[in-house]
């Protein structure tokens, strides 16, 4: 079954870091283009990041730009989001997908990022 | 970037009724492969969004029939053919043209 699993959310000081996972399973990350896309409870969609299929190429939402970095590790087959100087604007629900045939055709059950002192 | 915008916000539905979303983008979506780049999702409470149509037409695996999508170029419309309970949750679409992928602003359909 194609899966993928967030972890690594949680309640961060204004400043701090997290860094988010994203475990594939059903399929390898490294032939995929994936990306994060957030969404603050009870809001729409918002595209945060995008990787490509052979990690040479990333993208960034202007709104996270500098502050996060997207990665993977194909031995471990993990998505990740390295997320520096968080700020209040940044609490959401944190979904990983797979981009295929135009779509994001596979989604996490997402993590949830709370900043707040 | 481009811009996605849908309607209604909101759209009650007799149980049994058909329903309509239709979807705007600013800048055309097909691709010069022939594809449209637009997908449409369905998203219920407290869960991630599922995958309905892509490529503005196709339906996704297990999708079921009562669910199609159509259009070309800047408007795309997503129908329920006859809507039960369990369609209740708000509905997005999705450019994959370029980056940033860009979502419309959701479709939220109840049960009158």
């Known amino acids: 079954e194609v899966q993928l699993v967030e972890s690594g959310g949680g309640l961060v000081q204004p400043g701090g870091s997290l860094r988010l996972s994203c475990a594939a399973s059903?399929?390898?990350?490294?032939?995929?283009?994936m990306h994060w896309v957030r969404q603050v409870p009870g809001k729409g969609l918002v595209w945060v990041s995008r990787?490509?299929?052979?990690?040479?190429?990333?993208v960034y939402a202007d709104s996270v730009k500098g502050r996060f970095t997207i990665s993977r590790d194909n031995a471990k087959n993990t998505l990740y989001l390295q997320m520096n100087s968080l700020r209040g604007e940044d609490t959401a629900v944190y979904f990983c997908g797979r981009y295929y045939n135009g779509a994001l055709d596979v989604w996490g059950e997402g993590t949830t990022v709370i900043v707040s002192s | 970037d481009i811009v996605m915008t849908q309607s209604p916000l909101s759209l009650p539905v007799t149980p049994g009724e058909p329903a309509s979303i239709s979807c705007r983008s600013s800048q055309s979506l097909l691709h010069s492969n022939g594809n449209n780049f637009l997908a449409w999702y369905l998203q219920k409470p407290g869960q991630s969004p599922q995958l309905l149509i892509y490529?503005?037409?196709n339906r996704a695996s297990g999708v079921p029939d009562k669910f199609s999508g159509s259009g070309s170029g800047t408007d795309f419309t997503l129908k329920i053919s006859r809507v039960e309970s369990e369609d209740v949750g708000v509905y997005y679409c999705?450019?994959?043209?370029?980056?940033?992928?860009?979502f419309g602003g959701g479709t939220k359909v109840e049960i009158k």
């Open positions: 999705m450019q994959g043209l370029q980056t940033p992928l860009t």
């Open positions: 990787i490509s299929s052979d990690g040479s190429n990333t």
């Open positions: 490529l503005g037409s």
């Open positions: 059903g399929f390898t990350v490294s032939s995929s283009w």
